[in-house]
């Protein structure tokens, strides 16, 4: 069955500064990846979806995807302490099958 | 690492006939949740809970649908009756209440449910 590991467990960067997460998955014939951030006790905000091995870009956040080494990840420039949340790597075959990551706890210190 | 159990992984029902999603989040969370994912489309939020109440609900969380979690067993979503439109994928999650609820959040693995 899939594994997603996403590393760090937490993280704090300085206001400003790259934020980089990480997602490792096990299966390689995966072939649809999103990061979600999650704000408050309900809502789940897609950032970026990535589909094919390189860059994806969206706004200051960008995934990079190298299915070869089953390793996705999410880069966040000049953050801000708003974009303090839990973000979630959600790695599957098409849109069956999801698995989620348990998340990176980022905090953005002014 | 800490596991979400959901149960069944499948469940095919006829329309109007309740049913039951189960399930068993990690030991000793405190916060749980539910969410649901129509085939190809972004993953919603219905509604979370803690200490045997319902916190926030969305307007997806309809009057059909009710959770509990009786006695710490697993945590349920119900909907009675069912329609068409709940054919969707559910997930479970589950967090500890330090801090929730920007806490990890843990996944179950979800539970395709297929109204007929």
């Known amino acids: 069955q899939q594994k997603v590991q996403q590393s760090p467990e937490s993280l704090t960067v300085s206001e400003g500064a790259m934020a980089s997460l990480n997602c490792t998955f096990s299966?390689?014939?995966?072939?649809?990846f999103r990061w979600y951030r999650q704000h408050s006790a309900k809502g789940l905000e897609v950032l970026v979806s990535?589909?094919?091995?390189g860059e994806k870009e969206e706004g200051r956040f960008t995934a990079h995807l190298n299915r070869a080494n089953l390793h996705v990840s999410l880069h966040i420039r000049e953050p801000q302490p708003s974009d303090s949340a839990v973000y979630l790597c959600a790695v599957s075959y098409g849109n069956e099958k999801i698995t989620f990551g348990a998340g990176t706890k980022l905090t953005i210190k002014p | 690492g800490p596991k979400v159990l959901q149960i069944p992984s499948h469940q095919i029902i006829d329309m109007g006939q309740m049913v039951t999603l189960n399930c068993d989040p990690v030991?000793?969370?405190?916060?749980f949740y539910w969410y649901k994912q129509i085939l190809g489309q972004q993953m919603e939020f219905l509604v979370n809970f803690y200490n045997g109440k319902v916190m926030e609900k969305s307007k997806l969380f309809k009057d059909q649908f009710s959770v509990e979690r009786p006695d710490g067993s697993y945590f349920t979503l119900k909907i009675q009756p069912t329609a068409l439109e709940d054919s969707a994928v559910y997930f479970c999650?589950?967090?500890?209440?330090?801090?929730?609820?920007?806490?990890?959040?843990?996944f179950g693995h979800g539970t395709k449910l297929s109204v007929l």
């Open positions: 299966d390689g014939t995966s072939n649809n």
């Open positions: 990535i589909f094919s091995d």
């Open positions: 999650a589950s967090s500890s209440g330090q801090g929730a609820p920007n806490e990890r959040l843990f």
């Open positions: 030991s000793n969370h405190l916060y």
